[in-house]
C-alpha cells in the first residue's frame, strides 16, 4: 500500500522555523522526484519545491525561495522541508507528492499532476 504521511506542522510565530517530515512506502521512493505543495483557507493550491530523486537538483517557488529548504534521504524514505523566517502568510496545509523521475519536472500545483500524495500536515503562523 502506497502511503505519504506528513507531519511536523503545528503553529509557529512569525519569524519562526519549522520543519516539516513526509514518510513514503510502498513504492522505490529514491525513483521519485519529490514536491511540496501548499494549500492555504480559501485559495488553490500553491507549488513550492521540487527535490530530484537522488537529491542533487532542487527548485523553489520565488514565495519561500531563501527561506525554506528541501531535502531528502533516501536511505529512509523521508523527505523534509525546513521553513525558516515563517511568514503569516505561511499558513496552509502543507502536501508532500511523488512523481516518477522518468516524467519531466513538474512545477504543478494539481494532485492529478502526481503518482502519489499525502494527507498532508497543518502549519499556522500567528503573533
Known amino acids: 500500500q502506497v502511503q505519504l504521511v506528513e507531519s511536523g506542522g503545528g503553529e509557529a510565530q512569525p519569524g519562526g522555523s519549522l520543519r516539516l517530515s513526509c514518510v513514503a512506502s510502498?513504492?522505490?521512493?529514491?525513483?521519485?522526484?519529490m514536491t511540496w505543495v501548499r494549500q492555504a483557507p480559501g485559495k488553490g493550491p500553491e507549488w513550492l519545491s521540487l527535490?530530484?530523486?537522488?537529491?542533487?537538483?532542487?527548485r523553489y517557488s520565488k514565495s519561500v525561495q531563501d527561506r525554506f529548504i528541501t531535502s531528502r534521504d533516501n536511505a529512509k524514505s523521508m523527505l523534509y522541508l525546513e521553513m525558516n523566517n515563517l511568514k503569516l502568510e505561511d499558513t496552509a496545509r502543507y502536501y508532500c507528492?511523488?512523481?516518477?523521475?522518468?516524467?519531466?519536472?513538474?512545477?504543478?500545483?494539481?494532485?492529478?499532476?502526481?503518482?502519489?500524495w499525502g494527507q498532508g500536515t497543518q502549519v499556522t503562523v500567528s503573533s
Open positions: 507528492a511523488g512523481r516518477g523521475k522518468a516524467r519531466a519536472y513538474s512545477t504543478s500545483p494539481s494532485p492529478d499532476d502526481y503518482d502519489y
Open positions: 510502498g513504492f522505490p521512493f529514491n525513483l521519485y522526484d
Open positions: 527535490i530530484s530523486s537522488g537529491g542533487l537538483i532542487t
